[in-house]
């Protein structure tokens, strides 16, 4: 077909305002479920584009043909037994299967399906004019997005976020007509509300957006964010000030807005006493304003509100912005102000009243058990900052109960911070109430001093072992207490500080204060299982093969992360060394026999021949030197040592009887075997590494 032979197709779902955060959604629904109908029904198609606003949900998918595919359709009938008889005529059955599929008997063809053979009539379906099947399709794309919290509105059937208004449904520049509760779809559109609220027609597709546009609608998103991006900047240009550009401010404030104009307001410079961090909040949060800062910085006392409606309005978008966030800031106030009233330390009593969770009792409870933790962690890492480390375990969550983190939960940690300044608490200890929610998320940022470090270590194993102690482990995609994402924050800081601890040493001191824990073994291996499925999944997205993973990944609990990091380069370069693909066919061949043997205490004595001695030799000289390296966390050299082994254990192999007849020496021989693979595991299990 030329290009003539394809069609554009647009389609626009006009509502009442939609929420701001279902835009994006329905717009990825839109596109998929248009994509995945128009192919179920034999459409072919080009690419597809979507657009959003408010008010409207629109896509333009190019490469619409003419026609459908045609296709051929298999129709399964009577078994063939049925549909023949002894001379092998067609019986009644196989007639009658022929005439109801419109086809000659003489066309039907024998399928096995399952355990027997059947009639099958194969119907070549040609393809119906594409305009001719688009109606129908088009009210199955509306109806197929569906939206948390969507209802019927008034007497209408159909379930929808927010009501439905109109649609706009061109085939090229032709109307494809269809209809949804008394809804017609047309070549009307609207334009913005307030400043062109009546309905205009789109004669052809190209013109949709600059039409929309006319009508002071500028439906593409990210021109919407250009928009905000490009005029705040041009209204700050001249102070050499910014806006806190949040993107997730942006994803919001872009999709509340057909016709974005920034405007920029002020409040009282009095404010500025507050929190920088309870300021940007009140802003984000309660208004969706952008907070706007100094090259250094610093907050000041403008802000960025951005209108839908155009810039002669400016002054009365910023009286009232201005009239709002006064109360906000007021309320912000008082809040804090009645906080700092009463120090961290008189609320800590306060916590026994608070419950952490049914089963595990009140968050009196946890922090009792977090300074066991953080005392265990002082005395192991970190013995002169035992007594802050302790004060800040019991003042960590004690600004969950003041009226700024009850009204922002998101500011806990940060308020405790300036509240322990205000009470004159040690900056560490107040830093550290701060640092111990950190990393808040999957590769965001760690604690930067040692004692959040530990105290973050603390809360996050206390939270995983308690909840798993009480059978509350993530299951699937469910995971309501964010457990991955703490054991991920445990990872990485031990990752990052090298701490001398390992996660086993961690999670046993964890369970040990939960005295109720059922069956601690076992929720002790749970635990410890969790975490190596987590290393994993780090390793593999830090670029390590799966099989060198493999070979130390048992290790990952029992060991400092860091000397597990030390084990793993030193595999990956051995792969690279000429000796490996001979060391590894050697010592697979030891392990292989030693791995179901029973073994007994090796017997230097009972040695007979020349290359099992010989064999004993090498070992005992690489034994030796080993050692030093591995105290030293060598492991490359080691390994180096351990492919000297390479020529003494096929020698024993090709000239050695390892089974002999006499059990005594049988034994010894897998012995001297096993000690070898001993030897050689401290390091990694090599069974596991695939041969170059």
Request: net charge negative; glycine share 6%.
């Amino acid at each position: 077909m030329t290009q003539n032979d394809y069609s554009t197709l647009l389609l626009e779902i006009g509502t009442e305002d939609l929420p701001a955060r279902f835009i994006r959604p329905a717009l990825q629904q839109l596109k998929e479920n248009t994509g995945k109908i128009l192919k179920e029904n034999y459409i072919a198609c080009g690419e597809a584009k979507v657009f959003g606003t408010p008010r409207r949900l629109a896509i333009i998918v190019d490469g619409i043909p003419r026609m459908q595919e045609d296709r051929t359709r298999e129709v399964f009938g009577p078994s063939k037994k049925a549909a023949f008889d002894a001379e092998g005529n067609p019986t009644k059955a196989a007639t009658g299967f022929a005439q109801s599929q419109g086809v000659s008997v003489d066309s039907l063809i024998v399928k096995r399906k399952d355990k027997g053979e059947y009639l099958v009539a194969v119907i070549e379906e040609k393809g119906a004019q594409v305009r001719e099947v688009l109606p129908r399709l088009l009210e199955k794309i509306v109806l197929s997005i569906y939206l948390p919290k969507a209802m019927r509105w008034g007497n209408k059937d159909v379930k929808f976020v927010r009501p439905l208004r109109w649609f706009l449904s061109l085939l090229d520049n032709e109307v494809v007509t269809f209809d949804i509760e008394g809804i017609q779809s047309g070549n009307l559109t609207r334009g913005h509300r307030f400043l062109s609220p009546a309905a205009f027609q789109i004669k052809e597709i190209p013109s949709y957006k600059k039409l929309l546009g006319n009508n002071y609608v500028i439906v593409d998103i990210e021109e919407r964010k250009k928009t905000i991006r490009e005029k705040t900047a041009k209204l700050l240009s001249s102070t050499g000030e910014s806006p806190l550009m949040d993107e997730e401010l942006l994803d919001t404030v872009v999709n509340l807005v057909e016709y974005p104009v920034p405007v920029i307001a002020a409040f009282s410079e009095e404010y500025l006493k507050l929190p920088k961090e309870l300021l940007v909040t009140v802003m984000k949060d309660h208004q969706k304003y952008f907070a706007v800062q100094t090259p250094d910085g610093r907050i000041t006392n403008r802000f960025i509100v951005v209108s839908n409606t155009v810039e002669e309005n400016a002054d009365t978008v910023r009286i009232g912005a201005e009239r709002v966030i006064r109360a906000r800031f007021e309320d912000a106030r008082f809040y804090y102000e009645e906080d700092i009233r009463r120090p961290l330390a008189d609320r800590i009593e306060d916590l026994k009243k608070v419950t952490f969770q049914e089963d595990l009792g009140s968050i009196y409870a946890k922090i009792e058990r977090m300074a066991s933790i953080s005392g265990f962690l002082a005395d192991s890492l970190l013995p002169a900052g035992k007594d802050k480390l302790m004060r800040a375990a019991w003042l960590a969550k004690t600004d969950l109960i003041t009226g700024v983190v009850r009204e922002f939960p998101e500011l806990q940690g940060i308020m405790g911070n300036y509240y322990a300044v205000h009470d004159g608490e040690a900056t560490e200890v107040a830093e550290a109430i701060e640092e111990h929610y950190l990393p808040a998320h999957s590769g965001g940022a760690l604690p930067k001093t040692d004692i959040g470090a530990l105290l973050s270590l603390t809360d996050k194993i206390d939270n995983i072992t308690a909840f798993f102690s009480i059978g509350l482990v993530p299951t699937g995609s469910e995971d309501p207490f964010a457990l991955r994402r703490q054991a991920l924050g445990i990872i990485a800081v031990l990752f990052s500080k090298g701490y001398e601890i390992t996660l086993k040493e961690l999670v046993r001191k964890a369970l040990d204060n939960l005295r109720d824990a059922k069956t601690p073994d076992e929720t002790i291996a749970k635990v410890l299982q969790f975490f190596e499925a987590r290393i994993e999944n780090i390793l593999l997205e830090r670029g390590y093969a799966p099989d060198i993973i493999q070979s130390v990944i048992s290790f990952s609990t029992g060991i400092r992360l860091k000397d597990m990091q030390a084990r793993l380069e030193a595999v990956k370069e051995f792969k690279e060394t000429k000796e490996c693909n001979d060391f590894l066919a050697a010592i697979k061949r030891v392990n292989n026999i030693t791995q179901k043997a029973a073994v007994s205490v090796f017997r230097e004595e009972l040695l007979e021949e020349g290359p099992e001695k010989k064999l004993y030799e090498t070992l005992m000289s690489v034994r030796a030197d080993s050692e030093k390296l591995l105290t030293a966390a060598n492991y490359r050299e080691a390994i180096g040592l351990f492919t000297t082994l390479t020529v003494p254990i096929n020698n024993f192999f090709d000239n050695i009887l390892v089974m002999d007849k006499r059990e005594e020496i049988k034994q010894n021989r897998l012995s001297l075997l096993n000690d070898i693979w001993k030897m050689a595991s401290s390091v990694a299990d090599f069974s596991r590494i695939s041969v170059n």
